[in-house]
């Protein structure tokens, strides 16, 4: 079995968040995470890539603080801990839109529930907006959206606050192929024009090749990091990256990695 | 998108029907009514003829209506008070799990246990008017309390998260998430309980009406009983079938209009 690449050198400038040690045990006995250690850097765009029942989104939910450990520690260097509530924006798996208010009130919901002045907030969303091209739709109920502008509604509120850490469990899942494709190629570009860090957990090895610089799989149950790869190809990607040799063999790669995980240890 | 005219017009019928089919059984079953009373010569005081109880609405018209306000003024005031007390203590409920333990057996008790026969005990203990308006209140109650914590404990695990991500407070989380999420459930509670505190209303008025006092639509309808006047008590119950349908209606609107915009109960049947 071929063996990945060792993963790369840290990048210069720290980490945002590290856990260390980090395990999650259910009530219910069910270990989702056991010594899971991962750093998350500034700037990248890290995916987590596991198969269903990998603990992937259990790790995001502990990033997020939705969630505490029940061993080792999620730590953040820059002791942002008191405004982390501001730094993180979070995309769920569903969309996770209020059904009963339009798609300018999902998204300002975050400085609502900050308090933010109606003015600067209406600017925020207005740009959040545009930024997803939701501009025309501002007024629209969610149940009068395609699942695709659902989620780009999702990913709009999410950077209303211009977090400095995106949070993304599983976003695309549901959408169909085109979507998710145009999705992925929009994801990529407000990437690289707001330089977030991203974390984005798939269980979509074409989806993580596509989108991230560094891609750490995992083991299933319990989880916890079984190689990471580093991903060099350079931005922008689009489709030419899609269907080069480069890409098939960045997947294969990827796809090997994650048999190999499924299979137990290395 | 073409096909939708036609889905259109077809559906435009369909209600049509839905509105002209009562009406039109409505005005065979009171035909019927006319020719069985004119055919085998009914006496008044056992089935008045349709043509009799309107004339008797009409000329009864002023002792009926003040009875009518009479009934529809305590109906309205034990709604009210059920609405408000039932949301009031479902949130209360929402927030405080030991309330909710302590409390909730005996909402349920006071739900089981028959109007009927809470009614006389009531009159005893309550100054007249009290005892209808708490009778009203009592069987409205239960189904704004049990709604309304059913829609309060249906909100979205997600969404519950994405607040506590923002850290939303304690009253943020209610007032943005659980109510709006909780308003369809609230509206179902509306409908029953408006129908209900009317039927308590008339409950305690009929009670009430053995003691003497009052002045409802339901107490004039003992009266009639007592009098033996069967045109009026005809009238009687008309008016409070219509006043009941009226309420029915009034709060389907109101839900309508509430939910219209995003709930599913509102956006037609064809989906």
Known sequence: ?266 | MNAEPTERRRKRGEDALRILLPIAFLAVGVLVWDLIVRLYDIKPFLLPSPGLVFATLVSDWPLLFQSLLVTLTTTLEGFLLAVVGGVGLAILFNLSRLVEYSLYPYAVILQVTPVVAIAPLLIVWLPQHAAVLACAWIVAFFPMLANTTLGLHSVDRNLVDLFRLYRASLGQVLWRLKLPAALPYIMGGLKIAGGLSLIGAVVAEIAAGAAGAGSGLAWRISESQYRLNVPRMFAALVLLSVAGIVIYFALSLLSYLVLRRWHESALGRDT
Not at chain 1, 47 to 71: D, N, Q, W
Not at chain 1, 72 to 99: C, K, N, Y
């Open chain 1, 1 to 266: 079995m071929a063996h990945p690449s060792p993963a790369p050198p840290p990048l210069s400038g720290g980490v945002v968040v590290s856990l260390r040690g980090v395990g999650k045990t259910y009530a219910n006995g069910v270990v989702a995470l056991d010594h899971l250690d991962l750093d998350v850097r500034p700037g990248e765009f890290l995916s987590l890539l596991g198969p269903s029942g990998c603990g992937k989104s259990t790790a995001l939910r502990l990033i997020a603080g939705l969630s505490e450990p029940t061993a080792g520690t999620v730590e953040w260097p820059r002791d942002a801990t008191s405004e982390r509530a501001h730094e993180i924006g979070f995309v769920f798996q569903e969309p996770t839109l209020m059904p009963w208010t339009t798609v300018t009130s999902n998204v300002r919901l975050p400085l609502d529930l900050q308090h933010l002045d109606p003015g600067k907030a209406a600017v925020r969303v207005d740009a959040a907006l545009e930024r997803v091209g939701l501009a025309d739709f501002a007024g629209v109920y969610p149940r009068e959206l395609s699942g695709g502008m659902k989620m780009r509604t999702s990913i709009a509120r999410a950077l209303v606050t211009e977090p400095s850490l995106l949070l993304m469990d599983e976003p695309f899942a549901a959408l169909d192929e085109i979507t998710r494709f145009k999705l992925n190629d929009d994801l990529l570009s407000l990437w690289a024009s707001l330089r977030k860090t991203v974390v984005f957990v798939t269980h979509s090895v074409f989806e993580s090749v596509y989108l991230s610089n560094r891609i750490v799989v995992m083991t299933p149950s319990p989880g916890r990091v079984f190689t990471e790869l580093a991903i060099g190809a350079p931005h922008p990607r689009d489709r030419k990256f899609r269907t080069s040799a480069e890409y098939a063999a960045l997947c294969r790669q990827a796809s090997e990695a994650l048999a190999a995980a499924a299979g137990g240890e290395p």
